[in-house]
């Protein structure tokens, strides 16, 4: 009998990178050397006192058992200190923080969590696939929220329908963002309180580039606004910031009925974060401001190649301020045909902006996660091409 999976999955569009992953395989069975730019996972290690650390707690038996559900008491107070530290924002390790495995663990938890079927659930478009795909997996209606570049890939809470904003129960932000690279300052965490508490429903900030900032610019955190804590919370993550992604360790911190209600999904689907991978965080949650200087100069110096060599090849880019993303006009405007014929004639992969949403057609995004040489070869590829 064939096994029919649930509607649900039906429901869902092709995981982007999943294909991506597909056609950069099929020409690397022909023999290209392919150089790929599309997926945002840093190539460097992660810094070596984390490593140790991590050796060191593996040894010990007492991290071999079920970690608490929502974070050792050290990793939270770690936590803690570290949104004081960077943001000046006070929170209570017992109830204002839970560990996450990963931020997608919770950003895909958190519909679960706070929502009921049918609830609108408000979400940026370009954006991460994971807001849409957890709403509809906690059977919400995702409602786009478009970026477009002439709003400096901010939303218009003003475009967004009356009907949608009164009823719904949840919106995602993202800041620094993914794909755009754009950011957003303290006014416009204001005007997303303000628009939240009108409408009465709860606000996910996504952090997780909060730390890569480029010239100067370090991201502010929705927490830091005034009243923020009655309604919002943050995701934070060590992925992309300590170059850790396969450590699947980060958290959420903010409004405590949020994360408790976050907590109580966790508690019944998994059993928490290893803790010796908890252990090392908090390593990573203390590094000296020059190890995490030295990972945002790498970026930076990518970034000015990737700009570089666009313009070259009279493409319009405008740098980042921050993320390791560049996202610039697909020549043609179809982004998909755009990336397909890139990698047919050059061997290099980019992400097509539609793969992040309708609205992110027209566009494409360069993950600047290969070393500088090869960043070079690729970008002289796309100029002779
Ligand atoms: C915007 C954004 N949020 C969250 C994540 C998830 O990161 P992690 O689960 O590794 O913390 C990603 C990863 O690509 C991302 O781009």
Same mark, same amino acid.
């Given at each position: ?6 509607h649900?999955?039906?429901?869902l569009p ?5 294909d ?12 290209v ?14 810094p ?12 010990d ?12 008491p050290?990793?939270?107070?770690a ?30 938890h958190?519909?679960?969590?706070? =929502? ?10 370009p ?5 849409r ?50 950011t957003?300052d ?8 303000a ?28 927490l830091?606004?005034?009243?923020a ?5 943050e995701?934070?993550?060590?992925s ?8 699947? =360790?980060?958290?959420?911190a903010?409004?405590?009925? =949020? ?6 999904v966790?508690t019944?689907?998994?059993?928490g ?6 252990r090392?965080a ?20 990518r ?25 610039f ?8 045909k ?6 047919e ?6 992400t097509?902006?539609v ?5 992110g057609?027209?566009y494409?995004?360069?993950a ?5 040489a090869r ?5 002289a ?5």
């Amino acid at each position: 009998m064939p096994i029919k999976p649930a509607h649900r999955l039906a429901m869902l569009p092709p995981y982007l990178f999943a294909d991506l992953d597909r056609k950069r395989k099929e020409a690397m069975a022909r023999g290209v050397d392919v150089i790929d730019l599309g997926i945002g996972d840093p190539d460097r290690p992660t810094p070596a006192a984390v490593v140790e650390a991590m050796v060191e707690a593996v040894r010990d038996p007492a991290t071999h058992r079920y970690p608490s559900y929502d974070g050792m008491p050290a990793f939270r107070r770690a936590a803690a200190d570290f949104m004081k530290r960077r943001f000046g924002v006070a929170l209570d390790p017992d109830t204002q923080i839970c560990a996450l495995i990963g931020s997608k663990e919770g950003i895909a938890h958190a519909p679960l969590a706070l =929502i009921n079927p049918e609830d609108p659930v408000l979400y940026p478009s370009p954006g991460y696939p994971v807001y849409r795909v957890a709403t509809i997996f906690a059977g919400g209606t995702p409602i786009p929220m478009p970026l477009r570049a002439e709003n400096d890939w901010l939303p218009d809470f003003a475009a967004i329908p009356k009907s949608a904003a009164s009823r719904a129960t949840l919106m995602y932000l993202n800041y620094p963002n993914n794909p755009t690279g754009a950011t957003a300052d303290l006014a416009f965490f204001a005007r997303a309180v303000a628009f939240a508490r009108e409408h009465n429903h709860v606000l996910l900030h996504d952090a997780a580039y909060s730390e890569i900032g480029f010239d100067g610019y370090r991201a502010p955190s929705i927490l830091q606004t005034p009243g923020a804590l009655d309604l919002a919370a943050e995701f934070h993550s060590l992925s992309k910031t300590a170059n850790m992604t396969g450590w699947r =360790i980060g958290f959420v911190a903010g409004c405590a009925d =949020i994360v408790r209600a976050i907590g109580k999904v966790k508690t019944n689907i998994d059993s928490g974060a290893f803790e010796a991978v908890q252990r090392a965080a908090i390593t990573a949650l203390n590094l000296p401001d020059a190890v995490y200087r030295e990972i945002n100069e790498t970026y930076r110096e990518r970034r000015d190649v990737a700009i570089a060599g666009l313009r070259k090849a009279g493409i319009d880019a405008q740098p980042p301020r921050a993320t390791f993303y560049v996202w610039f006009p697909a020549p043609g405007g179809d982004s998909a045909k755009f990336a397909q014929d890139l990698l047919e004639r050059t061997g290099v992969v980019v992400t097509p902006g539609v793969g992040f949403g309708p609205e992110g057609e027209g566009y494409a995004r360069i993950a600047l996660c290969r070393e500088r040489a090869r960043l070079e070869e690729a970008m002289a590829r796309i100029a002779r091409a």
